[in-house]
């Protein structure tokens, strides 16, 4: 949620930086009348109130206090309606004015690139070569029915559209993803949690994904609970109303499963692992001091490019422009790894400094020494991986044209063997 005391004090900057994106600045106006009829309000209250107040000292000092407080009685009422009109006006005023400021985006950072789709995000760099392949690649689809390692159709048959079913190597692929993910992350310094799945309306609002996201959301409605889109959610959340002191920053991973019911533009990948309504990934969180957070977005961009790096996928790294980033984030880098069976890159992770947006939201404060004044930290999320994205740039970049696939070596170490043979058999051979 956004500084409603910055809107006050330079509205044209939150105007400029609201410009940038496409819901626009219309906000700004509306929010600041009715910010403006608010502050008139509770002025008005308290002056009533000390008017008031000033009437019943006036009384005790009186020689004949009875006298005087029958003269002045009319009047102390008058006022005490004048007062209860005036403080009526000012729940009402705060609820519109959280409602609207609910439903704005962060402000970007200075440095975000402008633009108006994902057309015009920006390049930052490019690492490791596309294979050259002596055959044509294959989509992961193709590969892994071959190899009887992915099951679409009885998942189908389980749950509908856009569900996945991973067998024998596919799964035992999937889970040496997930742990070598984490090993990487502890050994950077991150803490690992084990987090719920559902979580409150609360949480679900407090990190920004209600109420923009509702229709995305998987939902119990007898609970009221929320099956969680990201791990972000519930780590983000953890210190929600705590006061941080001489903690920061605080990294945090989690696997787990992720449930959205929007999985895409209809019609659009429909086949194959890209857009599920269930899928896994391996998350990574920083909570940092506002002074660090751009160096700290870097770091955690860093550790997610670390294990393409690790795993020899090619991939770039993009930097969003004002239209693609995210309602949460001030800035985002999105990692896209190159899928030669689909001959284009595609996102694998994004890596998010979310500044004060969500901290304000859920009240992590943090003080600099133990007589500072509270401030809101600055909070940061990046994948670090999408599973099962993962598992399809392993199945197109490492196929072999006798529809076998190699493990990357980095892996291996997870997975026990190195080879899915054409029949979806394993085999350690180096």
């Given at each position: 949620?956004?500084?409603?005391?910055?809107?006050?004090?330079?509205?044209?900057?939150?105007?400029?930086?609201?410009?940038?994106?496409?819901?626009?600045?219309?906000?700004?106006?509306?929010?600041?009348?009715?910010?403006?009829?608010?502050?008139?309000?509770?002025?008005?209250?308290?002056?009533?109130?000390?008017?008031?107040?000033?009437?019943?000292?006036?009384?005790?000092?009186a020689a004949d206090r009875g006298a005087e407080a029958q003269r002045l009685r009319p009047e102390i009422a008058a006022?005490?309606?004048?007062?209860?009109?005036?403080?009526?006006?000012?729940?009402?005023?705060?609820?519109?004015?959280?409602?609207?400021?609910?439903?704005?985006?962060?402000?970007?950072?200075?440095?975000?690139?402008?633009?108006?789709?994902?057309?015009?995000?920006?390049?930052?760099?490019?690492?490791?070569?596309?294979?050259?392949?002596?055959?044509?690649?294959?989509?992961?689809?193709?590969?892994?029915?071959?190899?009887?390692?992915?099951?679409?159709?009885?998942?189908?048959?389980?749950?509908?559209?856009?569900?996945?079913?991973?067998?024998?190597?596919?799964?035992?692929?999937?889970?040496?993803?997930?742990?070598?993910?984490?090993?990487?992350?502890?050994?950077?310094?991150?803490?690992?949690?084990?987090?719920?799945?559902?979580?409150?309306?609360?949480?679900?609002?407090?990190?920004?994904?209600?109420?923009?996201?509702?229709?995305?959301?998987?939902?119990?409605?007898?609970?009221?609970?929320?099956?969680?889109?990201?791990?972000?959610?519930?780590?983000?959340?953890?210190?929600?109303?705590?006061?941080?002191?001489?903690?920061?920053?605080?990294?945090?991973?989690?696997?787990?499963?992720?449930?959205?019911?929007?999985?895409?533009?209809?019609?659009?990948?429909?086949?194959?692992?890209?857009?599920?309504?269930?899928?896994?990934?391996?998350?990574?969180?920083?909570?940092?001091?506002?002074?660090?957070?751009?160096?700290?977005?870097?770091?955690?961009?860093?550790?997610?490019?670390?294990?393409?790096?690790?795993?020899?996928?090619p991939y770039r790294v993009m930097a969003l422009c004002s239209a693609d980033v995210g309602f949460n984030s001030a800035?985002?880098?999105?990692?896209e790894v190159w899928l030669p069976g689909q001959n284009r890159y595609r996102e694998i992770s994004s890596c998010s400094?979310?500044?004060?947006?969500?901290?304000?939201?859920?009240?992590?404060?943090?003080?600099?020494?133990?007589?500072?004044?509270?401030?809101?930290?600055?909070?940061?999320?990046?994948?670090?991986?999408?599973?099962?994205?993962?598992?399809?740039?392993?199945?197109?970049?490492?196929?072999?044209?006798?529809?076998?696939?190699?493990?990357?070596?980095?892996?291996?170490?997870?997975?026990?063997?190195?080879?899915?043979?054409?029949?979806?058999?394993?085999?350690?051979?180096?």
């Amino acid at each position: 949620m956004l500084d409603l005391a910055l809107l006050r004090r330079d509205p044209e900057r939150v105007r400029r930086a609201a410009a940038r994106r496409p819901a626009g600045a219309a906000f700004v106006d509306d929010v600041v009348a009715l910010d403006t009829q608010l502050r008139a309000a509770r002025t008005a209250s308290e002056s009533l109130k000390a008017e008031k107040n000033a009437l019943t000292a006036q009384i005790s000092k009186a020689a004949d206090r009875g006298a005087e407080a029958q003269r002045l009685r009319p009047e102390i009422a008058a006022l005490d309606a004048r007062i209860a009109e005036a403080a009526a006006s000012v729940p009402a005023l705060e609820e519109r004015i959280d409602a609207l400021l609910a439903d704005v985006p962060n402000l970007l950072d200075d440095s975000v690139p402008d633009g108006f789709g994902e057309d015009d995000n920006v390049l930052v760099r490019t690492e490791g070569t596309p294979r050259d392949f002596t055959f044509a690649p294959k989509p992961h689809w193709e590969v892994g029915e071959a190899l009887g390692i992915l099951d679409f159709e009885r998942a189908t048959k389980l749950s509908g559209s856009r569900f996945s079913i991973l067998r024998g190597a596919g799964a035992q692929l999937s889970r040496a993803l997930a742990s070598y993910f984490l090993s990487r992350a502890s050994e950077r310094g991150y803490v690992e949690i084990v987090p719920p799945l559902l979580v409150t309306r609360d949480t679900m609002w407090s990190t920004g994904q209600l109420t923009k996201f509702a229709d995305a959301m998987f939902r119990d409605s007898d609970a009221d609970l929320f099956m969680i889109p990201t791990s972000e959610v519930p780590l983000v959340a953890m210190h929600a109303g705590e006061i941080l002191n001489d903690e920061l920053p605080l990294q945090y991973t989690a696997y787990s499963p992720c449930f959205r019911k929007e999985a895409g533009a209809a019609g659009q990948d429909t086949r194959g692992l890209i857009r599920q309504h269930q899928f896994e990934k391996v998350e990574m969180i920083w909570l940092a001091d506002p002074e660090r957070s751009f160096e700290a977005l870097e770091r955690l961009t860093a550790d997610a490019c670390a294990l393409l790096d690790e795993l020899e996928l090619p991939y770039r790294v993009m930097a969003l422009c004002s239209a693609d980033v995210g309602f949460n984030s001030a800035k985002t880098y999105d990692l896209e790894v190159w899928l030669p069976g689909q001959n284009r890159y595609r996102e694998i992770s994004s890596c998010s400094n979310c500044t004060d947006f969500q901290a304000r939201r859920t009240g992590i404060r943090f003080r600099r020494d133990a007589k500072a004044k509270p401030e809101f930290v600055h909070t940061l999320n990046g994948s670090g991986l999408a599973i099962g994205r993962t598992l399809v740039a392993i199945l197109e970049n490492y196929q072999e044209a006798d529809g076998s696939v190699a493990v990357p070596k980095a892996l291996v170490p997870f997975t026990g063997f190195d080879t899915i043979a054409a029949d979806g058999s394993t085999a350690r051979s180096r």
